[in-house]
């Protein structure tokens, strides 16, 4: 057992999806896995394993924000032997060119966290995608023929859900942004850390520009395109 994650040595798979909601993570392993057990329950950031077509993944959650995220994944990386995380995450289109329940396959990520200033003390390094876990996810986009949207581009890891500075997140958008979600940038600076593969598929669930937003209950349980391409892209 790691210090927050409850599962013994082997009951994690080494391919893990990640959502930023324990209850997504519920929805996800009973929705899409044969065989489900669940692992951990530590302060509610529960993970699953099952299996998708015979093969064994798990699912576990991540929490909000790159802090959080980043205490799931290390522990993964370092103590469960993981090898391919996927998040399965909500965001904010920044552009009208999105609609709400778009998909976003984040190729990079920019962010105001001082998480990486730290890490290489004021360098800046670019969080990217695994490039052949983003071709595949792409490829699924169409190979499902799926009945909305997908984008491929930049995405913005914000420390502030309630941004204090939208002046700022507008000048990323002149600079290609896409959609801001909260925890792309750890995920991907980790897994380069770790040599592992990483990439973050993100629904729109809320539209900055239009004021469109969905529920609580929608954001758990009926974001299952990005699912469907995650899965297809980690075990393809
Ligand atoms: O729906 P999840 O995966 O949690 O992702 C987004 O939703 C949360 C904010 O509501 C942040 O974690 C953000 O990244
Ligand atoms: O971080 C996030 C996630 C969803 N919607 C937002 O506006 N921000």
Redesign the pocket.
Known sequence: MSTHIGAAAGQIAPHVLM???PL?AKWIAETFLDDVECYSQVRGMLGFTGTYRGERVSVQG????LPS?SIYCNELLREYGVRTIV?????GALTDKLRLRDIVIAQGACTDSSMNRIRFEGYDYAPIADYGLLRAAHDATVARDLPVATHVGLIF?ADS?YHPRPELTARLVDYGVLA?????SALYTLAAQHRARALAI?TV?DHIVTGEETSAQE?EQTFGHMVEIALDAMLG
């Not at 998040?87 to 965001?91: D, E, K, L, Q």
């Not at 801001?180 to 792309?184: D, F, H, K, R, T």
């Open positions: 959502p930023g909601d997504r991540s929490g909000m924000g995220l998040r399965v995450g909500s965001c890891s859900f801001v979600e909260m925890e792309a993100c669930s954001r």
